[in-house]
């Protein structure tokens, strides 16, 4: 089995995962995790300074999803799941941002209202 080295970051409101450089580069002196996951019957290490069990957490989501679209497409290559499985979270991701923006100024409206 294929072992890779993966190092993602969250860019929009929390940094969740954090490369080497980027914290050599903010002097951060928080301690880097090294998780064992297994993602459609891959392993892969990966490295950040989230606790462990959100780098957990995060990888079962993203193992889940790839195999959800590998039952219901069988016939592609694990790269296209991939791809299909990122496009897939990145739509959720941007629902989700973009419901909670529409929240967070419904809140305010009604705080500036009072």
């Known amino acids: 089995m294929t072992k890779e080295r993966v190092e993602a970051s969250h ?8 490369s080497l ?21 891959e392993d892969y290490v990966i490295k950040g300074d989230a606790d462990t069990k ?6 079962s989501y993203v193992d889940l999803k790839m195999k959800q679209l ?8 694990p790269g296209k799941v991939a791809v299909l ?11 989700l941002s973009s419901d909670y923006d529409e929240l967070i100024k419904l809140l305010d409206q009604d705080k500036n209202n009072r």
């Open 11 to 18: 860019l929009k409101r929390e940094r969740v995962f954090m």
């Open 21 to 41: 450089k980027d914290r050599e580069a903010k002097g951060s002196k928080d301690k880097i995790n090294r998780v064992n996951v297994r993602i459609l019957n």
């Open 54 to 59: 959100h780098i957990e957490k995060v990888s």
């Open 70 to 77: 590998t039952l219901k497409y069988p016939h592609l290559s």
């Open 85 to 95: 499985a990122a496009i897939n979270i990145a739509d959720e991701y941007l629902r």
